[in-house]
């Protein structure tokens, strides 16, 4: 789960952002594990001007924040988009909740505006908080235990998408899958009419109204048992591209086979890659099949904190067969 937050050049006012270094870590630490920052472009320039007056030490960070994409941002306009301009949490739902901003960090010298800095949504909770209580921040609380709990037998996999791929997806354009079983099962699915774990990720993605580039490595020969890639393009190009959420304007995939002695010496785990995100998922892809889930371990991490770079490269390197659309 990722959280949408937002602030601007003042919060470059408050003085524990100016003489705290455990502030700036735990705010910029948070952003880049499961944060993304909602911003005005117009106040780009004010915001890298005020960064100045923080420590040394983490001057660089902020500015590598704001302008690398190794921590995630996308763009709003606002009406007020000084949070010390609003009037109290009801105008910060006004003004922030249609831009899916569930967070937002205020320099303290304004906190007195907001007697109360709690409001529940349709059940989602919104908050303005300070960097002296962020810790205490209940939607970074939630993404936190979101990249790092476990998935309990019996799930339910509309939950499981909500709660742990859904703001993720919403803020990436680009999903690689490394799941050496991936193959074989969707083989099964479709010899036993039964729907894919592909059909059940490309239905969902269909809604979020963004152009996603899928690239998918899977094994050919797993448990004494070869894949058919004709049998796989043909899937792609007469059943998948034929589903009525299915579009080429807005989904583009990529297959790649490859010997699954690779997979065991590079590629054992299963991860999803979601822009600069990887989902490691102890049955991978299995949670997307039509099926009841299983217990699964679980954990969300910045694509640098994980050995996914490696094992791309080295299953690009030794592909068996490659579907690329026409």
């Given at each position: ?242 589903k009525p959420y299915f579009s080429e304007i807005n989904l583009q995939i990529k297959f790649s086979l490859c010997k699954n002695k690779i997979f065991g010496e590079e590629a054992h785990d299963r991860m999803i890659c979601i822009g600069q995100h990887v989902v490691q998922i102890g049955k991978g892809m ?41």
């Amino acid at each position: 789960m990722i959280t949408p937050f937002y602030f601007e050049q003042e919060l470059f006012d408050d003085i524990s952002i100016r003489t705290l270094p455990v502030v700036n870590h735990a705010i910029l630490d948070m952003w880049h594990k499961c944060g993304c920052l909602a911003f005005c472009n117009e106040n780009k320039d004010e915001i890298i001007k005020a960064i100045n007056s923080v420590p040394t030490k983490y001057k660089q960070k902020w500015v590598t924040a704001l302008t690398s994409d190794g921590f995630k941002k996308y763009q709003v306009q606002l009406v007020k988009s000084k949070l010390s301009e609003l009037d109290d949490i009801a105008d910060f739902e006004r003004c922030f909740y249609s831009k899916k901003v569930v967070t937002g960090i205020l320099t303290s010298d304004y906190d007195e505006i907001f007697h109360e800095n709690r409001l529940i949504v349709n059940g989602i909770d919104l908050e303005v908080i300070t960097p002296n209580n962020f810790n205490e921040s209940i939607n970074f609380a939630k993404s936190k235990m979101s990249c790092e709990s476990d998935i309990n037998a019996g799930s339910s996999f509309n939950d499981v998408w909500n709660d742990r791929f859904s703001s993720l997806v919403a803020h990436s354009n680009k999903i690689t899958i490394i799941d050496r079983y991936l193959a074989l099962n969707l083989e099964r699915d479709i010899r036993d009419g039964h729907k894919t774990s592909l059909e059940c990720l490309f239905e969902r993605l269909s809604s979020y109204g963004t152009k996603y580039s899928i690239d998918i490595f899977s094994a050919c020969d797993i448990h004494n048992q070869s894949v058919s890639a004709d049998k796989i393009k043909d899937y792609i190009n007469a059943v998948l591209k034929k589903k009525p959420y299915f579009s080429e304007i807005n989904l583009q995939i990529k297959f790649s086979l490859c010997k699954n002695k690779i997979f065991g010496e590079e590629a054992h785990d299963r991860m999803i890659c979601i822009g600069q995100h990887v989902v490691q998922i102890g049955k991978g892809m299995e949670i997307f099949r039509a099926k009841d889930i299983e217990n699964n371990t679980f954990t969300i991490k910045p694509k640098h904190l994980s050995f996914f770079n490696t094992a791309y490269t080295n299953l690009s390197r030794n592909r068996e067969w490659r579907y690329i659309p026409s």
